[in-house]
């Protein structure tokens, strides 16, 4: 694959959610082509593992995006050589106490999935977007979900999370025309992740079961390798949304 002028050696990439799944797949993807990058999640160990396996020089760093503060400090946080960040990965989210009917969901469960999926992904985005502008360069690709576009019952609060990603991203990217910072959303149909465990928290048979009634899934490369695809695009070009389902 040709270098694009963001993804090139050296680039910084920060991917939030990069413990599991897609983000972690997509960490690898990125340091594979010489992009140093900052794995960001709450779970350090799972970080440390990743950066230790990586082809080129990476950071953990533990980062709860649904705590404001800590994502509000982040770049002061980073050593000053991390700071100019080239591209973010806005990966993590959840779908806590989940496929649900909502009359039956707990408050708190609901609550979180705005304050990450939503408000978390906005204020990653607020802590990095300045200076991107300020540099005139950066590419951001938001992992939003079909369930940005289209809805099934039992699924609401997740499905009104990945909306609001779905506007937020299309409003942000009229802003940025111009700007030289480009702003991509993935929107993946099913992947075969820890996703459905960590929204029965941690029960695998539970997500062994859901995952079975589908007669196929994506997988986190593969949603890893679209995400290549949009940030390898030539400057002139911003791929807006980019939709893949199981075939
Ligand atoms: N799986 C699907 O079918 C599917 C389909 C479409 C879109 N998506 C979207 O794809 C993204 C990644 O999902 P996945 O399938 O890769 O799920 P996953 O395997 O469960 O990974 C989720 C990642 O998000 C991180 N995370 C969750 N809450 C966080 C928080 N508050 N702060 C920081 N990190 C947090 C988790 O790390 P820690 O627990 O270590 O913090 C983990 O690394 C999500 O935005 C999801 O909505 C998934």
């Not at 900052?38 to 950066?51: E, G, K, S």
């Not at 989210?93 to 906005?122: K, W």
């Not at 609401?156 to 030289?180: C, D, I, M, P, W």
Request: charged residues 20%.
């Amino acid at each position: 694959m040709p270098d694009s002028a963001i993804l090139g050696e050296g680039a910084v990439a920060l991917v939030t959610g990069a413990s599991a799944g897609i983000g972690r797949a997509v960490a690898v993807a990125l340091s594979a082509r010489g992009a140093r990058v900052i794995c960001a999640a709450r779970r350090q160990d799972r970080l440390a593992a990743l950066v230790s396996e990586l082809p080129n020089p990476g950071l953990a760093l533990e980062l709860d995006i649904a705590n404001g503060e800590a994502v509000d400090g982040l770049l002061a946080q980073l050593p000053e050589e991390w700071r100019q960040i080239d591209i973010l990965i806005n990966n993590a989210g959840h779908d806590l106490g989940g496929r649900q009917a909502f009359h039956q969901r707990a408050a708190d469960d609901m609550a979180a999935v705005i304050q990450t999926n939503v408000t978390g992904m906005m204020r990653t985005t607020l802590a990095i977007l300045p200076e991107m502008r300020a540099r005139g360069r950066g590419h951001i690709v938001t992992i939003g979900s079909v369930n940005g576009v289209e809805w099934t019952a039992n699924h609401s609060v997740y499905v009104a999370s990945k909306f609001a990603v779905h506007g937020f991203t299309n409003s942000l990217r009229q802003e940025l025309q111009g700007t030289g910072v480009r702003l991509t959303e993935v929107m993946p149909g099913l992947v075969r992740s820890e996703f459905a465990a960590a929204r029965w928290r941690g029960d695998e048979d539970r997500a062994e079961k859901f995952y079975s009634r589908f007669d196929a899934a994506l997988s986190p490369q593969d949603v890893a390798d679209a995400v290549l695809y949009t940030l390898d695009t030539p400057p002139h070009v911003n791929i807006c949304d980019l939709v893949l389902r199981p075939a």
